[in-house]
């Protein structure tokens, strides 16, 4: 089985919709994190959780909110859905190593959002 | 803003010949990571390589850092048709907050 597992793997919604998409894993990792990714723009961080009780915002969070449920879920909101946030959402585990360390992120399979 | 940046966008070469992509940043950084996508799938963690190190092997692959000049690059070796896919560089920084950004990735083609 995966260790990092994403729901849905595909969906398509219509404008002011809301919608959630879930991630959870089984590598014990403390750290979670959001992502999308467009053509020609990389990956950009949504939001991300060093702990069950720690929520951070990243570089493009509005029109998103997050849920750390345990330690293994992590679930991206999209509170009304808008065209510009048709993507490709992955998520993301990595260990705590301390600052400066570096950790290694383990991606999900990916979920793609069509927003009609 | 991206912090850091892949070039080329795209590189196409012939399977045994050697790939090197390279990646820009802005700001100091604490460590710096290269990943791997195959085509609509989720990335693959490839190396990292910490502010004070200045070259890191794995396999095939081989990453250098130069902090002076703010970038890396990635050298895969003797390449073959299965390396085929997009490569990003990731930069991690910690100050008052995490931080850790992603280029846009050059797509790499390796010809049979």
């Known amino acids: 089985d995966a260790d990092v597992t994403q729901t849905p793997r595909n969906r398509i919604t219509k404008t002011g919709k809301r919608i959630m998409l879930e991630c959870s894993q089984t590598k014990g990792h403390d750290r979670m994190y959001w992502y999308r990714q467009d053509p020609g723009l990389g990956l950009r961080l949504i939001y991300y959780?060093?702990?069950?009780?720690?929520?951070n915002k990243g570089e493009i969070s509005d029109g998103y909110s997050v849920s750390r449920q345990a330690q293994a879920k992590f679930s991206l909101s999209l509170e009304s859905a808008i065209p510009n946030q048709t993507a490709l959402y992955f998520c993301?585990?990595?260990?705590?190593?301390?600052?400066?360390?570096?950790?290694?992120?383990?991606f999900g399979p990916g979920t793609r959002l069509l927003v009609l | 803003s991206q912090q850091g940046e892949e070039d080329p966008q795209a590189l196409s070469i012939q399977e045994g010949e050697n790939a090197t992509m390279n990646c820009s940043y802005k700001t100091s950084i604490n460590n710096l990571q290269w990943y791997r996508q195959n085509s609509g799938r989720g990335l693959v963690h490839l190396i990292l390589?910490?502010?004070?190190?200045r070259e890191k092997h794995s396999g095939r692959l081989r990453v250098t850092l130069d902090t002076s000049k703010k970038s890396s690059s990635l050298l895969i070796t003797a390449s073959r048709a299965a390396d085929t896919a997009s490569y990003f560089c990731a930069t991690v920084t910690w100050g008052s907050n995490y931080k850790l950004t992603f280029g846009k990735g050059t797509l790499l083609t390796v010809n049979p």
């Open positions: 993301a585990t990595s260990d705590r190593t301390g600052q400066g360390a570096g950790e290694t992120q383990y």
């Open positions: 959780s060093f702990d069950v009780k720690d929520i």
């Open positions: 390589i910490r502010s004070n190190e």
